[in-house]
């Protein structure tokens, strides 16, 4: 049903847009109406939708997390990772290594991060922002949201914001794969603002703390070798797993 939807929307589209350019008048006034209303068409479907992953997500955090059933996280840590920890801390499962910012969602925030994430899964970066930033006036302490407003700003490009997050999370984190993504996202920033040696540092600590996660090295590649064209990976897509 939602494919032959969407496919109706986008042959709607595409009519448009080919007949846009040589439209006058009446007609140009026509095609701006139809546009209007497949921009209604698609904001409602995407309220529904957020609205359908916040009553979902609610359902299974109450009654099938504890079975193990419908889950749609996966590990930060892949099982099998090499993580290495400090000389001064024995081995510890990637849980005991958790602050309590990093385990524990406050009830308040958690349905305003879960609509958060579904604008950040369609690339909504602006309504994002918005959302993650009312999760953390909600919660301050809560980690995941700061790791998302941070990772949104970077998607805005606002490197400001982004990095004072990072640089809160990295104090504040003991979870090895978030420390690792903070430590790659200042270094790209690093990297934006031409400071490749200091870039290059932060992508080897993110390494160190997470080899698991590639970005770091990847991005490493790319000041060594093409620093007039850097491609960089700021750990992104890693969120859409959440």
Request: charge should be negative; glycine fraction near 6%; charged fraction near 20%.
């Amino acid at each position: 049903m939602f494919q032959h939807m969407f496919a109706s929307m986008n042959e709607m589209l595409d009519c448009i847009i080919e007949g846009y350019g040589s439209a006058k008048g009446k007609d140009k006034e026509q095609l701006e109406k139809q546009l209007s209303e497949l921009k209604n068409m698609s904001d409602a479907f995407i309220e529904q939708w957020l609205e359908f992953e916040e009553k979902f997500a609610d359902f299974k955090e109450k009654h099938l997390d504890q079975k193990g059933i419908g889950s749609s996280q996966v590990d930060l840590e892949p099982k099998g990772s090499s993580v290495p920890h400090a000389a001064d801390k024995p081995p510890v499962s990637s849980v005991s290594v958790c602050n309590a910012a990093d385990l524990e969602i406050p009830d308040e925030a958690a349905m305003i991060i879960s609509r958060g994430q579904g604008y950040y899964k369609l690339f909504m970066f602006p309504q994002a922002a918005m959302q993650f930033q009312a999760a953390m006036n909600q919660a301050p302490e809560c980690n995941l949201a700061r790791l998302f407003l941070g990772m949104t700003y970077m998607h805005l490009q606002n490197w400001s914001e982004a990095q004072r997050h990072f640089q809160l999370l990295i104090v504040l984190t003991d979870f090895p794969k978030w420390l690792a993504m903070g430590y790659n996202a200042l270094g790209c920033i690093q990297a934006v603002h031409m400071n490749l040696a200091g870039a290059e540092q932060l992508f080897m600590k993110a390494y160190n703390v997470c080899p698991s996660f590639k970005d770091p090295l990847n991005n490493l590649r790319s000041c060594q070798e093409t620093p007039s064209q850097l491609s960089l990976y700021f750990g992104s897509t890693e969120l859409c797993c959440l």
